[in-house]
C-alpha cells in the first residue's frame, strides 16, 4: 500500500492515536497515548502506548478496483492507580471511541470501512504496582486502485 506513512497499518494507528487524541473523554482519564516506542522519559501515568500490529492484505474486496487490508494494533493502557479501575476506564473509552461507527481520516485515499474490538484484559506487572490493561482493535481498510 502506498501511503504518507509506508503501511495501512501506519496509516490507520497514525488516525486512530488523533481520534483518541481528540476525545474529551479519552483525555479525562489519560496523560496521552503515545507510540509505545517513543514514550516520553518521565511521562506521567496514566497514559497509552500503541504499538504491537499485524497487517494482512485482503486481495478479494470483490472487485479489481480496490485491494483491502485488514489490521490489528494492540493498545495498552498503564497506570499505578490501586486495582484496575483506570486501565479498564482508559481502555473502555478507547473502545467506545474507536468503534463509534465514524470513520477513520486516512492519509493518502484510503477508505476505512470498518473497526471492532478483539476483547480487553488487565493485569499486574510484575512490579506488583503498576496496572496494565491490553486491548486489541481490527481496522478494515481498503484503498482504490
Known amino acids: 500500500m502506498s501511503t504518507a506513512i509506508g503501511t495501512a497499518t501506519g496509516t490507520v494507528q497514525a488516525a486512530a492515536v488523533t481520534k483518541i487524541r481528540a476525545s474529551a473523554q479519552f483525555t479525562a482519564l489519560s496523560q496521552g497515548i503515545f507510540d509505545q516506542a517513543a514514550v516520553p522519559v518521565g ?41 484496575f479501575k483506570t486501565v479498564q476506564a482508559m481502555i473502555g473509552a478507547i473502545t467506545v471511541i474507536l468503534t463509534d461507527r465514524q470513520p477513520l481520516v486516512l492519509a493518502g485515499g484510503q477508505i476505512h470501512t470498518g473497526t471492532w474490538s478483539l476483547g480487553s484484559t488487565a493485569v499486574e506487572d510484575p512490579d506488583g504496582v503498576t496496572q496494565h490493561g491490553i486491548a486489541r482493535y481490527v481496522f478494515r481498510v481498503y484503498e482504490n486502485l
Not at 59 to 81: D, F, K, P
Open 43 to 83: 511521562q506521567a501515568l496514566p497514559y497509552c502506548t500503541i504499538g504491537d500490529a499485524v497487517e494482512t492484505p485482503i486481495n478479494a474486496m470483490g472487485t479489481v478496483l480496490a485491494r483491502g487490508y485488514e489490521c490489528i494494533t494492540t493498545i495498552h493502557a498503564w497506570s499505578q492507580s490501586r486495582g
